[in-house]
Structures are given as C-alpha cells and as structure tokens.
T-cell receptor, first 119, second 106 residues
Framework: DARVTQTPRHKVTEMGQEVTMRCQPI?????VFWYRQTMMQGLELLAY????????DSGMPKDRFSAEMPDATLATLKIQPSEPRDSAVYFC?????????????????FGSGTRLTVV | RKEVEQDPGPFNVPEGATVAFNCTYS??????FFWYRQDCRKEPKLLMS???SGNEDGRFTAQLNRASQYISLLIRDSKLSDSATYLC???????FGRGTSLIVHP
C-alpha cells in the first residue's frame, strides 16, 4: 500500500528551539494537509496545499509557524520558536483533488504523525 | 461551536451488537463527507465515504441526512477489533469532529 511518510516520528525539544517536520506525500497526490491533534481540540487544520500552492493556512499561528512545499515530494512544517503549548501530534495527509471539481473531494491518507513535546 | 460535532462516548457494547454514531455539521454547503477510524496512538485511516444514497461496506453502513445536517455510521455484528475512535469529516477541506470512542467487549 502507498504511504504518506512523516519524519521524525517523535521529537522532544526545549522551548525556544526550532522544530522542522517533514512529509512525503503519496506519489501522484496533488493535495497536502497539515493537521494538529490534541486531546482538547481534536484535529485542527493548519495548512493546505494543492499542486504545491498554499491555499489555506488560516488555522496556523503565523508568527511562529510556517509551511512550505518545495517540491511535489516534500512538505515541511516549521515552528520557530517552539512553545510548550505546541506539544501535540502533527499529521500530514495527502490525496487527490481534481482541478475542476471544486465541490466534491476525496478521502485522504494520513501519515503516522510526529509526536512533538516541547519542554 | 465546532463545525463538526460528535458524541465522544465511549460507547461500550458487547460483541455482536449493532451500534450507531451520529455526527452533525454546521456548514450546509459541505459536499464531501467521510468516516475515519483511529486506533490509539495511530493515525486516522479512511473507513468509508458518505453519500446521500447511503454507502454500505460489509458490516458498516454510512448515511447522510442533508435536511438535518448529520451523517451516521452503523456497525452491525460488532467485533472486538472494531474498538477504536471513529472520526467524521465534512467539507472539501476536511473539518473533523473530535471522534466517538467505541469499546467492544466480550
């Protein structure tokens, strides 16, 4: 089965440090999402790319978070500086959205996530 | 108020039982609906799509009620292995509920 690959699986860092999370979407998928999951908030959308273009990052704290997709095989999510409240599991998901059919979407495949702990 | 709401449960049922979950969504323009399953400390995995006409996959049936803006998941003949959290999503840019926990006991 094709997989979405995320690295690292676990990250423990000190407050104030930069954190970079990486995601390799499934080959042929043109859509990438970044979600954050916590017990309190559930899955929250952070960023959304289609054909490598950022389309929605309204859920992302802009002062410290940034998301990029330098090529079709790599999406990154950076936090600088990190804070304890950023501790969560960060998931990347990929899928295919046809360009013309803006209404209906398709299900998405999630990576295994990066479990981030900021101390 | 979250855009997608689910009863967190847990739903505690014996093997062989039939169990149903509902999920309400607030954006009436949503067109894409899915159910995902998430095991403890794992990623969500796509379970099935949800259509107005209903969608059945083995023991699982998903339904969409546009008038009342909810989707449902019915699990028949529950197995121990069905124990997990079930997440619903709504919208072209998926918004998720917090999930409903299902525990199937012997």
């Amino acid at each position: 089965d094709a997989r979405v690959t995320q690295t690292p699986r676990h990250k423990v860092t000190e407050m104030g440090q930069e954190v970079t999370m990486r995601c390799q979407p499934i080959l042929g998928h043109n859509t990438v999402f970044w979600y954050r999951q916590t017990m309190m908030q559930g899955l929250e959308l952070l960023a959304y790319f289609r054909n490598r273009a950022p389309l929605d990052d309204s859920g992302m704290p802009k002062d410290r978070f940034s998301a990029e997709m330098p090529d079709a095989t790599l999406a990154t999510l950076k936090i600088q500086p990190s804070e304890p409240r950023d501790s969560a599991v960060y998931f990347c998901a990929s899928g295919f959205q046809p360009g013309q059919a803006m209404i209906k979407g398709y299900g998405y495949t999630f990576g295994s996530g990066t479990r981030l702990t900021v101390v | 108020r979250k855009e997608v709401e689910q009863d967190p449960g847990p739903f505690n049922v014996p093997e062989g039982a039939t169990v149903a979950f509902n999920c309400t969504y607030s954006n009436s323009a949503s067109q894409s609906f899915f159910w995902y399953r998430q095991d403890c400390r794992k990623e969500p995995k796509l379970l099935m799509s949800v259509y107005s006409s209903g969608n059945e996959d083995g023991r699982f049936t998903a339904q969409l009620n546009r008038a009342s803006q909810y989707i449902s998941l019915l699990i028949r003949d529950s197995k121990l292995s069905d124990s997990a959290t079930y997440l619903c999503s709504a919208g072209y840019i998926p918004t998720f509920g917090r999930g409903t926990s299902l525990i199937v006991h012997p």
